[in-house]
C-alpha cells in the first residue's frame, strides 16, 4: 500500500502554501485589498504551522503540538476575514485571537494524552474549515464559481478532520505516532494539500472575476456621462 512520508507531505504542505500566498499576491499585482493580504498572511501562519507539526519529535511537546494548532485555527480565522473583506464586512477583533487561545489552551492541558489530542484536533479545525464555509455559502454570490471552490474544499477538510476525530474516539488504541506513515495520516495529509489548493485557488478566482465584472462595466458605459 501507497502511504506519504508524513515529514515529506508537510514539507509539501509548506511549499503549497508558500507558494500561494506568493501567487496570491502577484495575482493582484501585489495590491493588498479586498482581503488578498489577510488570506496570504494566514498561508504564510500556515507555513510555519506545517513546519512546526514537522518537527513534532525534535521540539519539545508544548512547541510542537499547543502552537501549531492554535497557527492552524488563526490563520483560518484571518481567512474568515480575508472573506468577508473581500464583501466589505470584518470580523469582530475577538474572534480573530480568542478560538486560537483557547485551542493553545487545550492542547497544551491535553499535551500528554493523544487520542484525545487527535479528537480535539478534528473537532476545533473541521469546526473552524466548516465556518469559513458557512460565511461563504452566506455572503457570497451564488453564481460565482469561485465561491464553490471554496465552500467546497473546506467541507472536504471539515468532514476529514471530524472523521479523524471520530475515529480516534472510537479506536483510540489504534493510533500510531503522529509522524509514522498510515492510511489515517496518508488520507488527511492528502486532503489537507486539496484543501489548501482548491482554497487559495478560489480566493483568487474570486478576485479575478470581480476585475473581469469591472472591466466589462467600464466597456459598456460612457465615461464622460456615466450611462450605457
Known amino acids: 500500500m501507497f502511504l506519504l512520508d508524513t515529514r ?15 501567487a496570491s499576491a502577484a495575482a ?4 493588498f485589498r479586498d482581503g488578498m493580504g489577510k ?9 510555519a504551522a506545517f513546519v512546526l507539526y514537522g518537527l513534532r519529535d525534535v521540539l519539545p511537546d508544548t512547541a510542537a503540538v499547543a502552537v501549531p494548532n492554535a497557527l492552524f485555527i488563526f490563520a483560518l480565522a484571518m481567512k474568515t476575514q480575508a472573506v468577508l473583506e473581500f464583501y466589505g464586512r470584518r470580523l469582530a477583533a475577538p474572534w480573530l485571537m480568542v478560538p486560537a487561545l483557547l485551542v493553545a489552551l487545550a ?3 491535553a499535551v500528554d494524552h493523544f487520542a484525545l489530542r487527535v479528537i480535539l484536533a478534528g473537532v476545533c479545525i473541521g469546526a ?3 465556518a469559513v ?4 455559502h452566506r ?6 464559481p469561485a465561491r464553490w471552490m471554496i465552500m467546497v474544499g473546506y467541507l472536504v477538510g471539515s468532514a476529514t478532520f471530524a472523521a479523524r476525530a471520530a475515529l480516534a474516539a472510537l479506536d483510540p488504541g489504534g493510533l500510531r505516532a503522529f509522524l ?3 492510511l489515517f495520516q496518508s488520507v488527511s495529509l492528502a486532503s489537507m494539500a486539496a484543501v489548501q489548493l482548491f482554497t487559495s485557488l478560489g480566493f483568487v478566482l474570486l478576485h479575478l472575476e470581480r476585475a473581469e465584472e469591472a472591466a466589462q462595466r467600464l466597456a459598456v458605459i460612457d465615461p464622460l456621462t456615466a450611462v450605457f
Open 8 to 22: 515529506t507531505a508537510f514539507f509539501l504542505l509548506l511549499v503549497i502554501s508558500l507558494a500561494f500566498a506568493l
Open 28 to 31: 493582484v499585482s501585489f495590491r
Open 39 to 47: 488570506w496570504a498572511i494566514a498561508l504564510l501562519i500556515e507555513a
Open 107 to 109: 492542547f497544551y492541558l
Open 128 to 130: 473552524a474549515m466548516m
Open 133 to 136: 464555509a458557512i460565511v461563504v
Open 139 to 144: 455572503i457570497a454570490p451564488t453564481r460565482r
Open 180 to 182: 509514522d506513515p498510515s
